[in-house]
C-alpha cells in the first residue's frame, strides 16, 4: 500500500510550498456543522414561519406573504424606523466620542491609563441588559441619586424616552468603539507622520489626507459594529422604557408573548426575518471593510 506524498511548488524565491491536500478540507466540517445547527436551523424556522400559513382547520401549511407585508406597515414599521434612529444615532455619537478617547489613550505616555482604558472598555462594553438597566435606573431615573442632587428633572431631562435609551446605549456601545479603534490607530506609522512634517503639512493636513483615508476602512467597520449592536439589543429597552419607545426587538417580544394581540407569532418571525435580513446588509458592509483596513495597517 503505497501512500502519496503531498505535492509542493516552487516559488521564485526557490522556497518550497506545500499544497494542502483534499483531506484538508474535512477540518472545516466540525464548523461548517456548528454552524448550520446553530444559524442555518433557526434562521430556516424563522424564514418558514414568516412565509408559510397554517389552517385552524385542517392543519396544513401555504405560502403567503400576509405576515412580511403587516411587518412592514403601521406600528411594526414604526418599529423598525425607531430601531433604526435610535441603532444610528447612538453608533455616529459613539464613533465619535470612542475615536476621540481612543486617540487620546493611544498618544499618552501614560502605560497605566491605556491599560487601565482598555480594561475598563472590556468590561463595559459587556455590562447591559438588566442590571445596566437597573443602574441607569438608581442613578438617573426619577428618583435617582443625580436626579436629585444635580436637580436634573428641572432641566427636562427623563430617563425613561428615546434620549434617555440613547444615553444608556452609548454606555457601552462607546467603549466597544475604543476597543474596536485602538489597534487601527496603533497601525498609524510614525513615518507618515514625519513625512507630512517634513513636507510643511500641517496638523490637521495630515489628518485629512494620511490618518483619515487609512482609518476610514476602521471607522466605518466600527460604526457599522455599534449600530448592529444597537439594533439588536432588546433587555436593556425592555427593562427601562418598555413600550414608550418603539422598537422592533420589544414589538418581537409582545407578538410572541400576545400581550397585545393573540395569534401574531408568524408577524413576530416576520419582523425577525427583517433584522436578519438589515443584520446581514450590516455585515455585508463590515467584513470588506475590515479587510481592506488590515491590508493599509500592516
Known sequence: ??????????????????RRGPRSGLAVLPLLLFTGLCFGLPFGAVLYGAVTRTDATTGGSSLTG????????GPYLDSLAGSVQLSGLTAVIGSLAGLFIAQAVVTSRRQWLRSATLTASGVLANFGGVPLAFAFIA??????????????DSLGWNLYS????????LYFLTPLMVLTIVPALDGLR??????AQNTGASTWQYWRMVGL??????????????????????AT??????????????????????????????VALA???DMILIAGLVMAVYLPLQRRSARWLR
Open 1 to 18: 500500500m503505497s501512500v502519496t506524498p503531498p505535492s509542493s511548488t516552487r516559488t521564485a524565491g526557490g522556497v518550497r510550498r506545500r
Open 66 to 73: 400576509e405576515h412580511v407585508r403587516r411587518s412592514l406597515q
Open 139 to 152: 442613578t438617573a431615573g426619577i428618583s435617582g441619586v443625580l436626579t436629585q442632587l444635580a436637580d436634573l
Open 162 to 169: 428615546f434620549t434617555g435609551l440613547s444615553v444608556v446605549y
Open 190 to 195: 510614525p513615518q507618515w507622520r514625519e513625512a
Open 213 to 234: 483615508p487609512v482609518l476610514a476602512p476602521s471607522l466605518l467597520g466600527g460604526f457599522v459594529l455599534l449600530f448592529g449592536s444597537a439594533f439588536a439589543a432588546h
Open 237 to 266: 429597552a425592555a427593562a427601562l422604557v418598555g413600550g414608550s419607545v418603539p422598537l422592533v426587538t420589544l414589538k418581537i417580544a409582545d407578538a410572541l408573548s400576545g400581550n397585545v394581540l393573540v395569534g401574531q407569532e408568524n
Open 271 to 273: 419582523l425577525s426575518l
